[in-house]
């Protein structure tokens, strides 16, 4: 059967991060410096404002890029299954990362989510299992924090993935660490947003870092528990490979035009 989660050693996802070694005969050898998985993206949030999959929105980045050629894969196998569960898919992705050697830092879900508290407990259980190797931590975003408790988590560092500050409000409630899609930056260093949210630029997307395993804000522990105490929310400028950047700032746009008239 074709697989519908999966899971890497060594990710060549250059904002994980890459390391290029020169060679003597001239050719580079390169080695991704974090472990990855993907699951389909029937196991996301089939509400979610950037899911194509379920055709309720457009402009996930993992429709854009290498990771598409995974997650297309993926997809095509789910699609293929009668009444496919997210616990169908949960166990998928344990049984993917129990296979890793636990000697990097595991990114969860470049594609793919738990849209279930008994998903999100299969998939963290093996996280655990993954983080007691070697000690390396695993991290992770969600859209289905608002159906998700935080407890089913676990210890994956897991951030809430949030459009609006009410989303930021409500995530945090749940005890969750939060990270903001947001359509630019107005500082590479924190900064109070327009609607009075605490934004971190992402490293990467700002040059502050070369990559995740370079910064580690999103997967130390000690670094997600400060932004949860002073309500920070890691952010993120609206991105995405082969115009998946344009359809995902036009989801963001509704959303927020949504808040707008809800607030006034
Ligand atoms: S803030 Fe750091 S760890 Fe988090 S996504 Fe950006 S580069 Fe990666």
Known sequence: MSKIATAINN??????GVLETPRDNGKTSKRGLCAATYATQYSCDPLCVFNEATGQGEGCYSNGGPASWTMKRLNN????IVDLTSEQIAADEATEIRKLNGLQP???HVSGDCDTDESARMVSAAAADYTAIAGFESWTYTHSWSRVDRESWGSVNVH???ETSQNVTDANAKGYA???EVEHFESDKLYEDAYGDLILPCAQQTGRAANCYECGWCFNPKSVARRIARRISIGFAVHGAGGQGAKALAALRSVL???MVVAA
């Open 11 to 16: 990710s060549m996802d250059y904002k994980l």
């Open 77 to 80: 196998a789910a699609s293929a």
């Open 106 to 108: 595991l990114r969860l």
């Open 160 to 162: 809430a993935s949030c």
């Open 178 to 180: 939060t990270a903001k």
């Open 257 to 259: 035009s949504i808040e």
